[in-house]
């Protein structure tokens, strides 16, 4: 659906352009001489509709795009949201937190990542799919699909795939959710990746024709090893932009094949009037559906009297699969430093401008006191080695951390305690049922963690 950010730890991943990613091939079938095939397009409309049991409220008309125009729409679609000045800020955030490499040009990369991929996409502003003329090369999603269905299947597939994405559109009003989230990427891209993981499994089913249990089975075996193959074969994209995108179809199919194992298609569907909260829920399926688990509520204060001169450029939520995702770059896959992530509770960051420099002021909740003084000790070691140059301090009170980077750093003996006295951090709960790793007794029996 639309085409958006990953502020600051994102980078394009909007429904429509993660979609489009995976429809690469679609227009060398359906476009011929100029013209759409018209014919092909409405069989794989009609079929669709029975496979999810959603029923279209109105025609999806096809349209061709030369490549130029394609990338004009992507940025046309960028700064219906931000600024050119925000997506500097949010690229230069995430680097000086060590998700991005340092001078990575976060509007560049994104446009860059989503012209190789594109040849069509779902519209929901003009309300239409958008086919790409002239694609000399297929995107990952060929090469990720054909090993699961004939090749001349795959394009019936991803188009199926991508006429979902209308059918959440005109029945879920999923664009409109998720524009009230643009505060919130982590929220936000639990509902692509719910939104995703519908279209993969939809448009496998399609080709499979029929739908039950052995269907998610087989696709969720397939995925499995999705992230490793696309980063292997895109190197040159930061990790910092590519991991999330395909994160929302590796975890997104997982987490929507339990909604259908447990109620069908119409378990699916209460996704989109109860959406999960958090990458955490996606990443373990068990917080949404048999022990409910929501992100604490973190609001950062108190700078605003000391950095007077400076300006709020955006705010954001990373969320475990940043986290982990930063863990991860910094340390290794599976390094056990990364494991970490997964006692998160909730975050909030304030992205902050003075002319060219930027500067970030983060404050992480975990389950526990033992997570928070882990995540503490191997990110000060992670920052320290590879962004030395970068002024940083990291502070832990309880089971929260506080994150400074930037030019603001060297004002910290006062900036913290001023942060610390004005943010407030939720009630945290702690894991019911079986333990995460780290998770220790340090938290207090009410289960609350309290910056003091």
Same mark, same amino acid.
């Given at each position: 659906m639309k085409m958006r950010t990953w502020r600051p730890h994102r980078a394009m991943a909007a429904i429509a352009i993660s979609c489009a990613v995976m429809v690469a091939g679609c227009a060398y079938s359906l476009i011929s001489g100029g013209k759409v095939n018209e014919t092909l397009a409405s069989n794989i409309e009609q079929g669709i509709q029975g496979i999810r049991e959603l029923s279209f409220k109105q025609h999806v008309p096809l349209v061709l795009k030369n490549p130029d125009e394609v990338e004009q729409m992507v940025i046309?679609?960028?700064?219906?949201?931000?600024?050119?000045?925000? =997506?500097?800020?949010?690229?230069?955030?995430? @680097?000086? +937190? &060590?998700? $991005?490499?340092?001078?990575?040009?976060?509007?560049?990369? /994104?446009?860059?990542?989503?012209?190789?991929?594109?040849?069509?996409?779902?519209?929901?502003?003009?309300k239409q799919m958008v086919?790409?003329?002239?694609?000399?090369?297929?995107?990952?999603?060929?090469?990720?699909?054909?090993?699961?269905?004939?090749?001349?299947?795959?394009?019936?597939?991803?188009?199926?795939?991508?006429?979902?994405?209308?059918?959440?559109?005109?029945?879920?009003?999923?664009?409109?959710?998720?524009?009230?989230?643009?505060?919130?990427?982590?929220?936000?891209?639990? =509902?692509?990746?719910?939104?995703?993981?519908? @279209?993969? +499994? &939809?448009? $496998?089913?399609?080709?499979?024709?029929?739908?039950?249990? /052995?269907?998610?089975?087989?696709?969720?075996?397939?995925?499995?090893?999705?992230?490793?193959?696309?980063?292997?074969?895109?190197?040159d994209i930061p990790e910092g932009i590519s991991y999330p995108l395909i994160f929302q179809y590796s975890d997104g199919v997982r987490f929507v094949s339990e909604a259908y194992k447990r109620g069908g298609w119409?378990?699916?569907?209460?996704?989109?009037?109860?959406?999960?909260?958090?990458?955490?829920?996606?990443?373990?399926?068990?917080?949404?559906?048999?022990?409910?688990?929501?992100?604490?509520?973190?609001?950062?204060a108190g700078y605003q009297t000391i950095l007077k001169e400076w300006t709020n450029a955006d705010a954001d939520t990373f969320g475990e699969l940043s986290i982990q995702l930063i863990l991860q770059l910094g340390y290794g896959k599976d390094a056990p430093e990364v494991a970490v992530a997964k006692n998160w509770a909730g975050d909030r960051m304030v992205i902050l401008s003075h002319g060219a420099d930027v500067a970030v002021l983060w404050i992480t909740a975990f389950r526990d006191h033992e997570s928070a003084r882990r995540f503490e000790e191997s990110y000060r070691k992670l920052l320290d080695r590879v962004r030395a140059s970068t002024p940083h301090y990291i502070e832990r009170r309880g089971s929260a951390v506080l994150v400074i980077a930037g030019a603001v750093a060297n004002q910290s003996s006062t900036l913290a305690s001023a942060v610390w006295k004005a943010s407030k951090i939720g009630q945290v709960k702690p894991f019911a049922g079986p333990a995460h790793p780290l998770q220790a007794d340090a938290i207090g029996s009410d289960g609350v963690i309290r910056a003091q």
């Open positions: 046309a679609d960028l700064h219906r949201d931000y600024t050119d000045a925000q =997506l500097d800020a949010d690229g230069k955030a995430g @680097a000086m +937190l &060590a998700l $991005f490499p340092v001078g990575m040009d976060l509007k560049a990369e /994104s446009v860059k990542l989503l012209k190789s991929q594109i040849a069509g996409f779902y519209d929901p502003h003009e086919l790409v003329q002239g694609v000399a090369t297929a995107g990952f999603g060929d090469r990720m699909l054909e090993f699961m269905v004939q090749r001349d299947l795959v394009n019936d597939m991803l188009l199926a795939h991508e006429l979902t994405h209308a059918l959440q559109d005109q029945n879920f009003g999923l664009q409109d959710q998720l524009d009230k989230l643009k505060d919130s990427s982590d929220e936000e891209l639990a =509902l692509k990746s719910v939104a995703e993981g519908d @279209a993969t +499994l &939809a448009g $496998f089913a399609y080709i499979a024709g029929r739908m039950d249990n /052995s269907i998610a089975e087989t696709l969720n075996a397939n995925l499995k090893d999705l992230p490793e193959t696309f980063a292997a074969q895109s190197k119409k378990g699916v569907d209460a996704l989109y009037s109860k959406p999960p909260q958090s990458t955490q829920q996606i990443i373990d399926p068990s917080l949404y559906f048999d022990r409910p688990l929501e992100p604490v509520a973190v609001e950062v």
